[in-house]
């Protein structure tokens, strides 16, 4: 966002009019009077604005800011120390600085955000709070933006903060919200999946191969059986199989405003949730999403259910096309899966039902 001088904002506004007052009154004065006091009063009045300008332009170019956290791995509304410093290396005295952050995404120490700071020349002040994320997802925290006014609130600078934000993964609450969803799909209304999913445990899974498609990590080629077939294969690992169910996680656009936010909190809560259902029940089910390509987890217990919660939250991308899905959906093998959609749209369980 670029710099702005705000003139005309809601509030103050009463600031403003009473400085238009004392100008056309001086004026006034001037006119009908003459003398040396009231040019003086009149000169002062008019030059206040240009002079305001140019030195808060000037306290706005010397101000520096740095704000760091302990760790970038948070869970929700859990605190988690912040230090903001704020510098000024030059020579002239800043005051009236106050501190700007997005309404009820995360929050600070309240004495923060309310105070008014004002550094002297070469001064350097180091503010120590807690800070407390309300959704789960990856995003900037911190000071967004920084504003400078004059002691009468006439001009008002407001402009970014030299580090930007700190990215910050912030991981959902661990529920059962997936878990009735779920019962439902497994009902007995679907007696195919069902059967699939029962006949199929971390215990039995065996080991196969299946001929190679281009997501397939080149890894898992069977380079013996292409030097004697002349035909790419992959290994299918041990805790795989072309039955397991196959969830798709099929997520919006991201940016950072509250109703946004609360639908990606609900989504990572409600794919964690269906992770967890199966990783309980003792039945394997991949996972799949978008990273820059179709990425795999395969839930086949608690460890593998671990570094799915972890890596979620960080690798979920912010933006998503319907080209994008389609791939997804292709890479789920509907062919020989059980392919289960979850939407960020509306957090439901569609069963294999999107026409692609």
């Known amino acids: 966002m670029s710099d702005k001088i705000n003139f005309l904002i809601k509030k103050p506004i009463i600031p403003r009019i009473i400085y238009l007052l004392l100008l056309i009154a001086s004026a006034v004065l001037v006119s009908n009077i003459g003398g040396v006091i009231t ?7 008019l030059l206040y604005l240009p002079f305001t300008i140019i030195y808060l332009y000037i306290c706005r170019m010397c101000v520096t800011s740095h704000q760091e956290l302990d760790t970038v791995y948070l869970r929700k509304q859990q605190k988690s120390k912040f230090t903001l410093i ?19 995404v995360f929050s600070f120490g309240k004495e923060l955000i309310e105070t008014e700071y004002s550094l002297m020349p070469k001064q350097k002040i180091t503010i120590h709070t807690d800070i407390c994320c309300k959704y789960a997802g990856s995003y900037g925290v911190g000071i967004y ?71 397939d990590p080149i890894s898992k080629i069977h380079w013996k059986n292409y030097a004697r077939t002349n035909e790419l294969y992959v290994r299918i690992p041990d805790h795989q199989n072309l039955q397991m169910p196959v969830i798709i996680l099929e997520n919006n656009d991201f940016v950072v405003e509250e109703t946004v936010m609360q639908k990606r909190d609900r989504f990572l809560e409600f794919a964690v949730s269906a992770a967890d259902y199966f990783a309980r029940q003792k039945k394997p089910v991949k996972i799949i999403y978008y990273n820059f390509k179709p990425t795999y987890h395969l839930i086949d217990g608690y460890e593998s259910f671990n570094n799915f919660y972890s890596d979620l939250t960080r ?37 294999d039902q999107a026409k692609r």
């Open 315 to 351: 690798h979920l991308p912010s933006h998503n096309t319907d080209e994008v899905n389609s791939l997804l959906y292709k890479a789920a093998d509907p062919q020989n899966s059980i392919v289960l959609i979850i939407s960020e749209t509306d957090c439901k369980i569609n069963l």
């Open 86 to 104: 704020l510098e000024n290396p030059g020579f002239l005295p800043i005051g009236s600085l106050s501190l700007l952050i997005p309404p009820n």
């Open 39 to 45: 040019y003086g009063l009149f000169f002062s009045i």
């Open 145 to 215: 933006r920084l504003m400078l006014k004059d002691p009468f609130g006439i001009v008002v600078f407001r402009f970014d903060i030299s580090q930007g934000t700190i990215l910050v993964h912030v991981k959902p609450d661990l529920t059962t919200i997936a878990f009735k969803p779920l019962e439902k799909a497994l009902s007995d209304d679907n007696s195919r999946m069902r059967k699939q999913i029962q006949s199929t445990s971390f215990d039995t899974l065996g080991n196969d191969m299946q001929k190679y498609r281009p997501f």
